[in-house]
């Protein structure tokens, strides 16, 4: 955990006494958001930053996905390891590739050549989401023609990195060649290889096995401990400084071989990479929470091909993601956010992919919410942006956080986090009935009623705002996150504090959600009527001050510091019609703005209308298209009875799919989808990442309009005709499985046990 603060007293003063913002201090046309609350300096005892980052800059910030690896750059992933390369197979060194695990860098080059020569691309791929193939041939050579030798490799990751490569050669006269993998490793931190970080080389230590069976490489910085291990069968015949170097001789239609075996430490734990084939499952046993979930997953049977297709991608995606603890003895499995750079916990991310997977079983869910639970802020810190009761925004596990240079041990710079935490508790209780969980973590939700309405609401008017008090904090602390996601019309940058719409209406709904479990497994009366009329008090308020007449009536997306509407109209509106704080005369006219030609893309409702100044179709906040908004937008259509709006929502995404091997990504562009006949891609998607998987299935149980309701799985089914009939069978509710068949507007619930 980070350092602690001075003390309460001194960290109470610098939280309850801000500097009050005023429009002299505001940033204009910048593209930064500027902190006008007091920030106190470290005390001796806090973590001091070497390069503190310019407020307002994400963790994601920096280089993104790697250029210089060309646009088919392959990447893999299981769990918290990934590994990046251009279509060879190959990893520069100096590009941003490499095998990662647990936030670090184990390998920063991986490059295999013939005679020094690199080699020809014939055809490459992922096969599942840990596995890809490479199809390759030597290239023209003094000796040999282009052509001769073909050459397969094979990866896998999952705890380090296990390859073969096979060459078959299919000259006429015998060859002798020289097969080299010359292997490099910087031990970067993730947050280094996207920006930059200091040399490490005269720390690498190396023992390298002179036999040729092994390259070993260390490091070591105080407390913090990392090493890396290249295991070669058969050995190499030569060890040429950090290169493992072969003399093959082959003759027409012989065929040589080699497999490599990379296993990593971290600290005092050690991995190795499982050997295996493709197809073959993540599972290590029937007992393994992945195994679980893949087997008891509900089988969905399709008239079209389309949404079977993306439903089976969104399965394969997730379960790649999940990531596995123990927490008090209990194991528990939850989804990491996305390839490549955030193979972590997201506070947000995995609260909402959670909410999203309901129907696939409530595992993930559970798991989210007692991680999140067991990482509740107890105390104040004004590096990692901590407040007691404050759900967390992201871990990091690397060495800049580990040596306190960075703030995510955890880092809780999410406004929005803690009341979606409370939403999906609420969501899992509905689903399962799981009265002893819910009761176990009343005093986590208790804790975070607190944060929301003392720390949260920062200045006593009702609302959760946010401004980061760290120098390496998050300047925006909704889901739209960058420096520009939050912004005026005119594309003008607001101060801080802000207070965006959605987090309200999140707020709203957590407080209703809350009163329905006081009323029911907390058996506490008093506390539901108190959180009901404090909800509805919150809805009359918001509704007063947050309501724009102009352009025919819709939400501002925030209020500013000095308390203006920020009037940019966005996506979030979609966000509060699924907390349901709209009233129902206004929802007409918010559902008429996202449908409009200056909001609906197409291909989905962009995230700031084209008429607004700073609109960009590839701006990451400011005009991209994200299935996770989109999945919510369509479920708060619905909610509100547009299930026509709602229907096109989904159908648009799911054609989408279409363009990406039915994998929806984190964004696609803005563009209108007259501009092509496909999706714009936008250029530094995360793919996969996990609400973007989750996102089909909200869908889906949107069109089906499943919900648990009084001991029973119900359904109001409105599925577009093109979709035909969908069978959704073993779907877990309330302590039984059930089958779901439906067309139309009919639909059947039956149980399956």
Known sequence: MGSESSGPTAATAAFRCPLRPTRANRVRDTGEVRVTAAARRPTPADPMPEAPERLGVSSGAGRDLPPELGPDAIGVLEGRTFMFSDARGDVPRGSIGGLVHDDTRFLDQWELSIDDAPLLVLSAGTVDAYSAAFFLANSELAHLPANRVGVRRQRFVGDGLYERVELRYFGIEPVSIRLRLAVGTDFADLFEIKESGRDRTPDITRQHEPDGVALEFGYRNGTWAASVRVEADPPADVIDGDALVWDVHLERGQQWSCEFSVP??????????????????FDHGPEDPSTRWAAEKPHLHADVDLLRDVYHQSAVDLVSMRLEKTIAGEPVALLAAGLPWFLTIFGRDTVITGYQCMTCGPDVARGALIVLATHQATTFDDFTDREPGKIFHEYRTGELTQLGLKPYSPYYGGADTTALWLILLSEYWRWTGDDELVCRLRGNAEAALRWIDRYGDRDGDGYVEYATRSAQGLGNQCWRDSPDGVQFADSTIPVLPIATCETQGYTYDAKLRLAELADGPWRDPDMAQRLRGEAARLREQFNQDYWMPERGGYYAVGLDGDKRPIDSMTSNMGHLLWSGIVPDDRAAHVARHLMSDEMFSGWGVRTLSTADVGYNPIGYHVGTVWPHDNSIIAAGLARYGYREEANRIAMAMLEASRHSR????????????????????????????????????????????????????????????????????????????????????????????
Request: glycine residues 10%; neutral net charge.
């Open 264 to 281: 990593l430490r971290c600290g005092d734990e050690r991995f190795r990479p499982t050997v295996r084939g493709f197809d073959e499952a």
């Open 662 to 753: 039915h994998r929806l990504p984190e964004a696609f562009s803005g563009y209108d989808r007259s501009f092509g006949r496909e999706p714009v891609p936008y250029p530094t998607a995360c793919n996969p990442q996990a609400w973007a998987s989750g996102a089909p299935l909200l869908l889906l149980r949107t069109m089906l309009g499943l919900e648990p309701r009084e001991g029973r799985l119900v359904a109001d089914a409105h599925v577009p005709d093109v979709l035909g009939r969908i069978r959704l069978h073993n779907v877990a509710a309330l302590g039984r499985r059930w089958n779901v068949e439906a067309a139309g507007a009919e639909c059947t619930i039956s149980a399956a046990d």
